[in-house]
Each structure stands twice: as structure tokens, then as C-alpha cells.
């Protein structure tokens, strides 16, 4: 970590105490994004959903919200604070470390309970055992894996901007292409960048139709599981997605 970056993490720390010292605060991390290093990210773990909804209402949040706008570049700097449901499929022992991938997935909305639901369920970059020699060599312990753990996958349900238009309550829902969309948001927790490229590249699945004989299939050629997956994504229904990959610091 560069002292600039370490230096800017301290006063980020300190700016969101209130956040730090809030009841059912488990542990955050601040991070910067690789392609902008004028913005941060503070990704915080709670016990659940309600422990964010009270800290939300407490006097102590727009103390925390100051504090970081004070910290901006320019006076109307937006400080967004984004709540995202990550159920199950995150817990306060991940640790974020340095490039983190942060996809936003874009639907329609209204996304159905039925939909939502199917879309945590739905496999993502995981390896996929006994497919390819680099699918077996994950086997071989987590150190030989392109991932810490498991990606995380969860429905935004709400946010709040302040600076700009200092406490207004934004919607739900985004805007993409002029379309009124839910977000979903996946957490990839790359080991580190090549690792990263290696796995897109290597990690495939035959795609076959079936044969001639009853039980029987063709192979038609190897798919990546970055198109296998963005693939599902579209079929259930996504119009559009952005990637952010942010080197985090633990507070």
C-alpha cells in the first residue's frame, strides 16, 4: 500500500467512526477503485439487514455521512451509501483484500420474489470440478485456486445520496439504457490479477447436442465460463452490468 493511500485510509477510518461503533457492526474495509483512484469504497459486514436499517435512522449516520463529504475533493462530491442483501452467501470471516471484482447486474424491474431467489442460486465463476486440467488442479488445496472463496451475490435494497443533493433518499431501483432496472451485485474475490485472467481463459465447459443414438451427445466445442455465465445472465433477463475491481484495506 502506497503512503498517499495509506494516509487517505487513516482519515477515511476516522471520518466513518460512527459507522465503526454502531451496534451489529461487524468489520468494513475501505478500497479504491483500480481505474479511479479519486474514488473509495467502504464495504461494511453486519449481523443482518436490520442491524443496517437502524443505523440508517440513527443520528450517528448523517454524522458519518458529513464526515466523509468533508473529506471530498470538491464540496458536491456525492457520498452514496448502498445497502445490498447478501443473505447467506457472505459472512463477517470474508476478508477483502486487493482486487476484489464488484459486478452490478441490471433487470427490469420489477424482479419477482421467484426470480430473485433463482438468481442467488445461480452458479457463477466457480470451478466446476473434474472438467480440464486446471479444474483439477484446484483440488489440490485453496492456494491453487484463482479465488479466496465462493463469489457473493446479493439484491440492492436501497440507497442514500449526500452531497449535490445533500439527504435525498434514492430509489430502489437504477437507470440503465433509460430503463428502470433492480440491481444485483456479485463480489468476486480474486487472488490477484493473473490469476484472474487465467481462470477466464482456461476454465471451459463442452457444449454438445445429442447424438444420433438414444443417451448419446456431440461435443460442438468448449465455452468459457465467463460466456457460460454472462450467457445465464441474459437469459434471465438482464439488460446490462459494470464492473468495478477495488483494492481493499481492512479498518
Known amino acids: 500500500m502506497d503512503r498517499d493511500f495509506g494516509v487517505i485510509i487513516e482519515k477515511l477510518a476516522e471520518a466513518a467512526k460512527p459507522l465503526l461503533d454502531a451496534p451489529g457492526h461487524r468489520q468494513s474495509a475501505w478500497g479504491r477503485l483500480q481505474c479511479d483512484h479519486a ?11 436490520e442491524a443496517v436499517s437502524v443505523f440508517q435512522v440513527s443520528a450517528a449516520a448523517p454524522i458519518m ?37 464488484i459486478r452490478r447486474v441490471y433487470f427490469p424491474t420489477p424482479v419477482l420474489d421467484g426470480a430473485r431467489t433463482a438468481m442467488r442460486r445461480l452458479p457463477g465463476l466457480v470451478y466446476r470440478y ?14 491453487k485456486r484463482a479465488y479466496y472463496r465462493d463469489p457473493a451475490v446479493g439484491w440492492c435494497v436501497g440507497e442514500e445520496r449526500l452531497g449535490g443533493s445533500a439527504g435525498e433518499k434514492m430509489a430502489t ?51 468459457s465460463l465467463i460466456e457460460e455465465w454472462e450467457g445465464k445472465l441474459e437469459e434471465a433477463g438482464a439488460v446490462g452490468w459494470e464492473d468495478e475491481y477495488v483494492d481493499f484495506h481492512v479498518v
Not at 474514488?39 to 439487514?49: A, E, G, P, R, V
Open 173 to 223: 431501483t437504477k437507470q440503465w439504457d433509460g430503463q428502470e432496472c433492480d440491481e444485483f451485485v456479485c463480489i468476486m474475490f480474486w487472488r490477484d490479477k493473473e490469476r484472474e485472467r487465467r481462470f477466464l481463459v482456461e476454465e471451459r465447459l463442452p457444449v454438445t447436442v445429442p447424438g444420433s443414438e438414444p443417451g448419446t451427445e456431440v461435443w460442438v466445442r468448449d465455452m
Open 65 to 101: 455521512m458529513r464526515n466523509l463529504a468533508i473529506l471530498a475533493d470538491t464540496p458536491d462530491a456525492p457520498v452514496v451509501l448502498t445497502t445490498v442483501n447478501f443473505g447467506g452467501s457472505l459472512d463477517s470471516q470474508t476478508i477483502l483484500r486487493h482486487h476484489t471484482q
Open 39 to 49: 474514488t473509495y469504497i467502504l464495504c461494511s459486514f453486519w449481523d443482518d439487514i
Open 130 to 143: 473434474g472438467i480440464g486440467i486446471s479444474g483439477q488442479n484446484c483440488i489440490g488445496g485453496d492456494s
